[in-house]
């Protein structure tokens, strides 16, 4: 584990302090969540830029076009 001088502004200090009381964690397990939910959500987005640069879209209109005509089942209409 590692150790992290971080200057935070005070209003901004202030309220991670509410949020992380109102979630009923420490400050410090609030920011490293923090931390975890941006490097997740960059993770995620680089994984899904990469998958679609290998995407083949005609392969893909093909498959769809595949697809038979069934009814609807009860309970899955559109809205």
Same mark, same amino acid.
């Given at each position: 584990? !590692?150790?992290? =001088?971080?200057? #935070?502004?005070?209003s901004l200090t202030a309220y991670a302090k509410e949020l992380a009381?109102?979630?009923? @964690? !420490?400050?410090?397990?609030? +920011? @490293?969540? %923090?931390? /975890?939910? $941006? @490097? !997740? %959500?960059? $993770?995620?987005?680089?994984?899904? *830029?990469?998958? /679609?640069? *290998? =995407?083949?879209?005609? $392969? /893909?209109?093909? #498959?769809l076009n595949s697809v038979t $005509?069934?009814?609807? +089942?009860?309970?899955?209409?559109? /809205?």
């Amino acid at each position: 584990m !590692s150790q992290f =001088a971080l200057r #935070i502004p005070d209003s901004l200090t202030a309220y991670a302090k509410e949020l992380a009381r109102e979630d009923n @964690v !420490s400050l410090n397990q609030f +920011i @490293v969540l %923090a931390l /975890a939910e $941006k @490097v !997740s %959500a960059l $993770k995620t987005e680089t994984f899904f *830029r990469e998958r /679609a640069e *290998r =995407a083949n879209p005609e $392969k /893909a209109l093909n #498959i769809l076009n595949s697809v038979t $005509k069934t009814p609807t +089942i009860a309970g899955d209409e559109l /809205a």
